[in-house]
């Protein structure tokens, strides 16, 4: 068992990955993929959320959003959620809509708009991956609504 468990990690090691960086990876581009579509497919609750703050700029909170929605995912989301959403049946993604909640609760003033500083780098890399993965576009969703 011991000479199994050393086969894995040698072999994650010689090709460069944590032992659960696949993981992490797939995790990232199925949340990914929900936020991409939620705003587009259920866009009453997405544009009645962003209506709750108006004395704020509308894309940097839309923005804001996302980006809550998707770390809020990536600590709930579990293994066969994420092998149903990367099987990639849009018409099955509202199934998995509370897994990215639009929250404003918390979200004040302009100072509480700001992104992670990594964010749209991160961004990038994981939509960057499902378009190798699928072969699909996939459009930069702030920016359609």
Known sequence: MLKVALLIL?????EG????ENGK?????SCMTLIEHMPK??????????????DLRKRELQEKLLEKAFNYCMTRISDSQIKE????????????FELVPLEVENINNPEDLALDPDWN???KEIRSRLKRNRGKRFTNLPNDL
């Open 10 to 14: 040698m072999a994650c090691i010689c």
């Open 17 to 20: 990955k944590e032992p659960n």
């Open 25 to 29: 990876l797939k995790r990232e581009e």
């Open 41 to 54: 497919m259920d866009r009453k609750r997405f544009e009645e959320t962003v209506s709750l703050r108006p």
């Open 85 to 96: 959403i990367l099987e990639f049946r849009p018409k099955k993604f509202r199934n998995f």
């Open 121 to 123: 780098t991160m961004k």
